[in-house]
């Protein structure tokens, strides 16, 4: 789940992620060309749930096929040494390669 850091509501769930964004599959309506603060949990190291937060660009908006859904392009604008370390650890995770 994807939290706005700034109204602690729930906007979304993850669809993919990478060092540089995030595509999104929003259940809230969002603002396109828009900064946010979002926040996702992911596993550290030792596979404790730790706590990542990111600015984001929202880059684009399309209507998915669910009602009330849409996919949304992110770019990561603004994060901590330490969260992007957290998100490359989890991009290097076994199954994390696809060919």
Request: aromatic letters at 8%; one cysteine or more.
């Amino acid at each position: 789940l994807v939290t706005d850091a700034m109204s602690e509501r729930v906007v979304g769930q993850i669809g993919n992620l990478s060092e540089s964004g995030m595509l999104l599959i929003a259940s809230e309506t969002l603002v396109d060309d828009a900064l946010y603060q979002l926040q996702f949990v992911l596993p550290d190291q030792k596979g404790k749930s730790t706590s990542v937060e990111v600015g984001a660009h929202l880059l684009w908006i399309d209507r998915a096929s669910a009602p009330g859904q849409a996919w949304v392009g992110f770019r990561f604008i603004a994060a901590s040494a330490q969260c992007m370390e957290r998100v490359r650890h989890w991009i290097e995770m076994p199954g994390g390669q696809y060919e």
